[in-house]
């Protein structure tokens, strides 16, 4: 079985990236980055999603981005809410992490060397989401194009690196219903920016609307929200 | 001033790089990334180092690579050793960290971010060196097209993201050279791969061979090995 490396977070679209990677047939390991983000209780509902769908291993690694701060999910600054049905705003949210999905491809580039795989899966999706610079294509593409030139195993041409995305070009409405075909559990998932030490989505936060919506489009009732 | 951000192992590239970063005119902002080396007591040396060439703040990042392996340098492999005088092996050696140079800048990117600039130092060098694949100036050039597609500053084109690589293609002697120059004080750095605890260099692995090579071209003595 050819092996790949999955970023999980613990929320609805790395979990459904997961699953794509399972169905297309990879052993998968998954990857959760303690970043000192402050919905680190979305780090629990990782591991207990890499369980249920059937993961290899799952590693979690730690690395302090809020020392250098910068954004609302790792320091004091307040995370941006919304009510219920309102548009998300345009441009670059006060959520954005400088450089996180950079930093978190690099770990997930540095594992994938170690197990000798150069496949790597991450949910990032360019159609309903916040607006961050790193989930689109071309930055998905230049980074493959450096991974390619930065390895040992890539410069010896034992294989070559790829990023799957498979949701890039995906709606959220159309993410939820490949997962839930997929038997993706979404009452294990956390979405929000925003919750309490419990683990309760906020409601409205950016991902939280865009979570609701996407269910509203794919008619299907949240599970997270009834239990 | 400008800022920058400055890599900086403890070592004698990193030194001197930021050497050439201060001479540059930049207001320089030191990062070293505590990866779980077993030469760990570079970190003591890169804070040294730091302050005695007038950085502004130094940092220390600590991100769990040795949770992965794959290196001499982060798990039980032997550090390749050899003779005085003896030629470096060709290849890419055990000591090659997976991803360690783009999970560094990565890092160094998003700190760069929060600072608001763009300019980032790396003491890379592609002449006399252990044959790194992230090392190479095609690596430098695809990560810098990179973190120009992936940061919120770049993409609203407040400033461009610089790569500087002062030290690429210059040979370990030249290095030296310029170092002194500037007034580096090169007994405060280390370079060896596989130091005791006190931070004596163990004089036989490939980076102790390659910077005593390096003082002999410059017609210098090494003062790290004099105290």
Do not use: W
């Amino acid at each position: 079985m050819k092996k790949a490396v999955a970023l999980l977070s613990g929320g609805l679209d790395s979990a459904t990236a997961l699953a794509l990677a399972l169905d297309d047939g990879f052993a998968v390991y998954t990857l959760s980055v303690d970043y000192g983000q402050r919905h680190r209780v979305e780090l629990e509902r990782a591991e207990v999603v890499s369980k249920s769908l059937g993961a290899i291993v799952h590693k979690v690694v730690g690395v302090d981005l809020s020392s250098f701060g910068g954004s609302a999910l790792t320091d004091s600054t307040p995370v941006p809410k919304g009510k219920k049905g309102d548009p998300i705003a345009s441009g670059i949210p006060e959520t954005y992490v400088p450089a996180r999905n950079t930093v978190f491809l690099s770990l997930a580039l540095a594992y994938a060397e170690t197990l000798d795989t150069g496949d790597i899966f991450i949910g990032v999706n360019a159609v309903d989401y916040s607006g961050y610079p790193d989930c689109r294509p071309e930055y998905v593409a230049a980074f493959e194009n450096m991974a390619n030139l930065a390895t040992k195993a890539a410069v010896e041409e034992r294989y070559k690196i790829k990023i799957h995305t498979p949701l890039i070009s995906m709606t959220k409405g159309k993410i939820i219903k490949s997962g839930v075909t997929l038997g993706v559990d979404y009452s294990l998932t956390l979405s929000c920016y925003d919750p309490g030490a419990s683990g309760k989505p906020c409601e409205a936060c950016d991902s939280c609307r865009i979570r609701a919506q996407g269910f509203k489009n794919a008619g299907l009732n949240d599970p997270a929200l009834s239990i």
